[in-house]
């Protein structure tokens, strides 16, 4: 039975590069994209960073039971949707990487239950406030609006009671080296796939 690895964290906490490290540490993972109706931002791709789509699109699939979980954001600059989809999750036959929330993390537990491993990435809330304004910056038409509220946000939606009530005990923190980082979560993955295997020779 092969196993999801999620990433989760609050914004600017180092997800996306972390994500794309392990990409090309485990090639053989199969990718959970997600589905949101947010404008693509510069630098993303369709189909790699998401599958950007129309709200439509995304009620579609849920009227059709393609949709695991959704969840809304009511934004500065409208109604955004974020989706994972079940269509393409296979788990007898391989393992998974992904990036997702909290919320998302719970209802995917739900469902695979301990087929989901959480990788929740920690970073000093004064550094990722800095990441966040630099990233934003870089952006053709910056939105700080939409970036101080995704940081407040962020502040409530992760907060310590929330990880232990999901049972997340183990923070892989991002605040100054992230090789260290990178390393405690392969760790991580590599235990849980050896377990795998144990179980298989038994």
């Not at 600017?12 to 053989?28: A, H, M, Q, R, V």
């Not at 009227?63 to 109604?79: A, M, P, Q």
């Not at 491993?117 to 304004?133: F, K, M, S, T």
């Not at 991002?174 to 020779?201: A, F, P, V």
Request: with cysteine; proline share 2%.
């Amino acid at each position: 039975m092969g196993k999801i690895f999620l990433i989760m964290g609050p914004s600017s906490s180092g997800k996306d590069t972390i994500y794309k490290e392990l990409k090309n540490l485990y090639p053989e993972f199969k990718e959970i994209i997600l589905y949101t109706n947010r404008p693509i931002r510069e630098n993303e791709k369709d189909g790699i960073d998401y599958n950007f789509v129309s709200l439509d699109k995304i009620n579609e699939m849920e009227k059709n039971n393609e949709i695991l979980e959704k969840r809304k954001y009511n934004t500065v600059h409208g109604l955004w949707v974020y989706a994972t989809a079940k269509t393409n999750i296979d788990l007898i036959n391989n393992n998974y990487i992904g990036i997702n929330t909290l919320d998302g993390y719970e209802s995917l537990k739900k469902y695979y239950k301990d087929g989901i491993i959480p990788l929740y990435i920690h970073v000093e809330d004064g550094i990722r406030l800095r990441r966040a304004l630099d990233r934003e910056d870089k952006q053709e038409n910056p939105k700080y609006a939409e970036m101080c509220r995704r940081y407040l946000a962020d502040i409530n939606d992760f907060n310590i009671d929330r990880l232990l009530d999901l049972e997340i005990d183990k923070l892989y923190d991002n605040s100054k080296d992230m090789e260290t980082c990178i390393n405690e979560i392969t760790n991580k993955i590599n235990e849980e796939l050896n377990k795998d295997k144990n179980k298989k020779k038994n």
